[in-house]
């Protein structure tokens, strides 16, 4: 019998390898795709994509506020954000699941996504994606490399420089000091 830090260590493996496949399919895509990249000042832009990564229930509650923000800014906003809570479904089983949650489920071992909207997502010309993965979880990163917006905005990562086109090296670990960054660069940004 196994122990639980065997199956974890199991687990992880293989997590990596399938990470490893996507990795190398993800480098092969992008090859083959030309998408007009430009600078696109946060004042010009007029359709924002917004990812994220929730691993605690304030990170949805922040994630949420933040696009409520763009949204009373002017800005036409979709979003996609990633629930990592382990016990999410359970505790809201019996209330309708926002659509625009995605979870480990929705992708493959390959981490190509299952669901047609996440394919819509990076589909759509948005003018900025914004990107609040602060934790670099490995199937957002997939997403912002394949997406075909103007302009893909992300924290910095020596593994995610086919994801963004402007990257911010945030030290904090919580998404409210990302933001915070990432808004005071937004307003520096000029074509």
């Known amino acids: 019998m196994q122990s639980i830090g065997e199956i974890l260590k199991m687990k ?15 480098k092969r895509d992008l090859l083959n795709r030309r998408i007009h990249r430009e600078t696109v000042p946060f004042s010009d832009a007029k359709t924002i994509g917004v990812l994220f ?9 922040t994630a949420l506020h933040y696009i409520d923000q763009l949204q009373k800014a ?25 659509p625009h949650y995605i979870f480990e489920s929705d992708f493959d ?25 602060y934790t670099n979880q490995f199937s ?18 020596m593994s995610t420089v086919n994801a963004f086109d402007f990257m911010i090296d945030d030290k904090g670990t919580d998404m409210k ?3 915070d960054q990432l808004n005071h660069y937004l307003q520096l940004l000029k074509k």
């Open 12 to 26: 992880k493996l293989i997590r990596s390898i399938g990470q490893f496949f996507a990795g190398r399919k993800l």
């Open 53 to 61: 990564a929730a691993h605690t229930d304030e990170d949805i509650t």
């Open 74 to 98: 002017g800005k036409e906003v979709e979003y996609i954000g990633f629930i990592g809570i382990k016990d999410y479904k359970k505790r809201f089983k019996d209330q309708e699941k926002d």
């Open 109 to 133: 071992f390959f981490h190509r996504p299952k669901r047609g909207l996440i394919e819509k997502f990076y589909k759509k010309n948005f003018d900025l994606l914004i990107s609040l993965n």
């Open 140 to 157: 957002l990163n997939y997403i912002s490399s394949l997406s075909s917006a103007r302009m893909r905005i992300g924290k910095f990562n």
């Open 177 to 179: 000091s990302y933001i």
